[in-house]
């Protein structure tokens, strides 16, 4: 299916769920208004495909040349280029070089190119949580029997500060998501699998197995949302966040009056 069909898909995937972490009216609202493509987004795009699927990244992207377009020759001359490229998706040289430092580095790392090696690419799933009865999807990077991987792009591959970025972005409520899907479509075990590249030279790349307390993590926070889901559709209520009480922590709290 193309990339268009799975995002329209109802199907409830970790981006979404990743609102309802905030509340309710975050999800309603994300699935109701999805995210514009950013540069950001484009530019994990393209470096997904190049490394998962050159060949078809070599037939979907094209280089833009550098013109001026402050001038009107350089409008006209951009014009022209843009009409000539018909449907690929255009990329700076800047971002390509970034891509292509990327894939080598992805493809030269042995650990990597093994767990790579017979996978399947960017494969979409689609099944229904048993415990709710709500329909799921989720795109694995890579997969095959035994082995979910999962290609990240970033400013630092260290194993701390990725583990960082992961719990701060819900990569452990992905992992428990993404697994959830293996298994309606394989009978093996499978153990989750990043890897990490950071984008700027000497694009160093680390090979990051997901711990079991990894994704026992994220499984609780999985079970949770889709509980809280399954509530706010049956009532169709979809509540921010509520009624609180404003508690100060303990470091934050007023001395005693003894001191």
Same mark, same amino acid.
Request: hydrophobic share 40%; net charge negative.
């Given at each position: 299916?193309?990339?268009?069909?799975?995002?329209?898909h109802?199907?409830?995937?970790?981006?979404?769920? /990743?609102?309802?972490?905030?509340?309710? =009216?975050?999800?309603?609202?994300?699935?109701?208004?999805p %995210?514009e493509?950013t540069?950001? &987004?484009?530019?994990?795009?393209?470096?997904?495909?190049?490394? !998962?699927q050159?060949e078809?990244?070599?037939?979907?992207? !094209?280089?833009?040349?550098d +013109?001026?377009?402050?001038?009107?020759?350089? $409008?006209?001359?951009?014009?022209q280029?843009?009409?000539? #490229?018909?449907?690929?998706?255009?990329i700076s040289?800047?971002?390509?070089?970034? *891509?292509?430092?990327?894939?080598?580095?992805?493809?030269?790392?042995?650990?990597?190119?093994? &767990?790579?090696?017979?996978?399947? =690419? @960017?494969?979409?799933?689609f /099944?229904?949580d048993?415990?709710?009865? +709500?329909?799921?999807?989720?795109?694995?990077? =890579?997969?095959?029997?035994?082995?979910?991987?999962?290609?990240?792009?970033?400013?630092?591959?260290?194993?701390?500060?990725?583990l960082? @970025?992961? !719990? %701060?972005?819900?990569?452990?409520?992905?992992?428990?998501?993404? &697994? $959830?899907?293996?298994r309606?479509i394989?009978?093996?075990?499978a153990?989750? /699998?990043? +890897?990490?590249?950071?984008? =700027?030279?000497?694009?160093?790349?680390?090979? *990051?197995?997901?711990?079991? #307390?990894? *994704?026992?993590?994220?499984? /609780?926070?999985? *079970?949770?949302?889709?509980?809280?889901l399954?509530?706010?559709?049956d009532?169709?209520?979809?509540?921010?966040?509520?009624?609180?009480?404003?508690v100060?922590?303990?470091w934050?709290? &007023?001395?005693?009056?003894?001191?």
């Open positions: 299916m193309t990339e268009k069909e799975y995002r329209e109802p199907a409830v995937n970790k981006s979404t769920l /990743w609102e309802l972490r905030k509340s309710p =009216a975050h999800y309603r609202w994300a699935l109701e208004h %995210r493509d540069a950001a &987004l484009k530019f994990g795009r393209a470096f997904h495909m190049a490394v !998962l050159p078809e990244f070599n037939a979907s992207y !094209l280089i833009a040349p +013109i001026d377009r402050r001038t009107k020759a350089g $409008r006209e001359a951009w014009q280029f843009v009409s000539s #490229a018909g449907n690929k998706e255009l040289q800047s971002d390509y070089d970034m *891509i292509n430092g990327m894939y080598e580095a992805v493809w030269s790392n042995a650990d990597a190119k093994a &767990l790579l090696y017979d996978c399947e =690419a @960017e494969k979409p799933v /099944w229904v048993d415990a709710t009865g +709500i329909e799921c999807k989720c795109k694995m990077d =890579a997969v095959k029997p035994g082995t979910l991987v999962d290609l990240k792009s970033c400013g630092d591959a260290s194993t701390n500060a990725f960082r @970025e992961a !719990l %701060r972005y819900g990569y452990d409520l992905q992992s428990a998501h993404y &697994l $959830r899907g293996y309606s394989y009978t093996e075990p153990t989750f /699998w990043f +890897i990490a590249v950071e984008k =700027a030279p000497p694009y160093a790349v680390n090979v *990051i197995r997901a711990s079991e #307390a990894f *994704i026992d993590r994220g499984t /609780w926070t999985l *079970i949770d949302l889709m509980d809280k399954k509530e706010c559709r009532k169709d209520e979809w509540p921010g966040y509520g009624t609180n009480e404003m100060l922590p303990e934050a709290a &007023l001395p005693d009056d003894d001191e």
